[in-house]
């Protein structure tokens, strides 16, 4: 189950202030966002698809980058 957190809604430069707005919108609790992240699963279907992706990318870019910078530190 992929979590996404509000770091990774940061690098993909979102706005913190208005992902309050959001969650307060949508039911959701912000605070908990905030300690625990959120799964993909639990996002309203009525979020634009190419947001989630958008995220996911950076996501997995920054994985991908953390993982290169790993092996190159062991070399």
Not at 20 to 45: C, K, L, Q, Y
Request: hydrophobic content about 35%.
């Amino acid at each position: 189950m992929t979590r996404i957190t509000v770091d990774d809604l940061r690098r993909a430069n979102y706005c913190v202030r208005g992902l309050r707005r959001w969650f307060v919108t949508h039911d959701m609790d912000f605070a908990d966002f905030i300690e625990n992240g959120v799964s993909v699963d639990e996002i309203p279907e009525s979020v634009d698809p190419g947001i989630i992706e958008n995220v996911l990318r950076v996501k997995l870019r920054r994985t991908n980058d953390n993982r290169e910078g790993s092996e190159n530190a062991d070399q």
